[in-house]
């Protein structure tokens, strides 16, 4: 099979021209079979190969712990920040606009449903444009590392009631929360990465990540840095979550 030539050589037919192939050079690996099948006037063959995959050796080194929240979308415990792109808030807001706009119509007038299918709309575009945001930030986090550490949500932050805008707001968030973690679940699972939930007990943002003592004021989300009443290190309150738990997670997998 050569893919730069773009023909496949196959039993009988011997040279065959290809198009529409996978963009790469060649196939990795040895192929094992091929199966041909005839969809109207079109022709699909598809290749089976047997990759060699590179062992991984998972140490610490090779970890990466995520914190997941509302003021900073992800936090990785090597300190980077990504954030809600503003083009996301601002389907947020819109769909928010809509959603009051839609509370005060009557039920099944054509008002009603002309605000409906507008909202819905906007819901499917914030869908694609999260979908393709979030994969390109997993797909940055996944390229540093072979071990990503998360947590699992929160079932208490999960409940919330519909309509008032406030729960609009927290239901995206909780979407996307859940989008964070089947994303980087998924793709783990296909590129033979481990994917780790801590516990949802551990109490990452009361813990302080330089020396393990534990402060409960910080149960108060509106307290944004971590001041070691112990230690006096002061830590941004997501990124301390972020490197506890990947501590922790460590402990868990039994890598620390
Ligand atoms: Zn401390």
Redesign the pocket.
Known sequence: MDLQEKHITLPILKRVKIRGYRSLDKLPGKILNATIKQVGYKYYVSVCVEEEKEEVIYTEQRAIGIDIGIKHMVVTSDKTYYENPEFLKKYERRIQGYQQELSRKEKGSKNYEKTLRKLEELYRKLKNARKKYLEEVVSKIMKKKEIIITEKLKVKEMLCKNNNPKSVRKNISNVMFQKILQTLEYKCKWSSKIFHQISTYYPSSQI?S????KDLAMKDYGIRKYE?P????QLERDYNASRNILEEGLRELSLA
């Open positions: 302080c330089e020396c393990g003592y070691c112990a230690c006096g290190i």
